[in-house]
């Protein structure tokens, strides 16, 4: 078959952010209620979707257009904040990368990997995107090495 006709599953699932057209994630409760301050939670409590685009002012959105933006949220996020820690479920943070960098080895990064296998991680229910923040973190690694 024609990839071109297949239709995705759920449409939903691409849903692009009504500020920056970004493609956005779709989250679950878990992330909102966590990052989300109560009286901003209501308008997202049935389906949410984030938007990683670091340059937009919206954190979460739904299929209506209503918006969470990253002022509403109750701690600064990564990759909003580029301080705050990159890892929800054991507070790793980009200056850990670059560590890692100065050392010639990802030794923290190796930890943080065993860690991110383990069952203390909560990345579904923590993470801002509710995803895993491995991906995000090798990239970082990979970048800081090519600029060095
Ligand atoms: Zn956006």
Redesign the pocket.
Same mark, same amino acid.
């Given at each position: 078959m024609n990839k071109a006709f297949v239709r995705e599953p759920d449409a939903d699932a691409r849903l692009l @952010?009504p500020? @920056?057209a970004?493609p956005g994630t779709a989250v679950g409760n878990g992330p909102v209620e966590t990052h989300v301050r109560p009286e901003s939670q209501a308008a997202l409590r049935d389906a949410a979707w984030y938007?990683g685009?670091s340059a @937009?002012e919206?954190a979460y959105f739904n299929m209506f257009e209503q918006t969470v933006c990253v002022s509403e949220l109750v701690t600064p996020v990564y990759p909003y904040n580029l301080d705050a820690p990159m890892c929800a479920c054991f507070g790793f943070t980009s200056d850990d990368v670059e560590a890692d960098i100065e050392d010639g080895q990802p030794v923290r990064i190796r930890v943080l990997l065993a860690k991110s296998q383990s069952p203390q991680a909560r990345c579904q229910t923590l993470a801002v995107d509710g995803n895993c923040c491995m991906r995000e973190v090798q990239r970082l690694y990979m970048k800081l090495r090519s600029e060095r």
């Open positions: @952010c500020r @920056c970004s938007c685009n @937009c919206v």
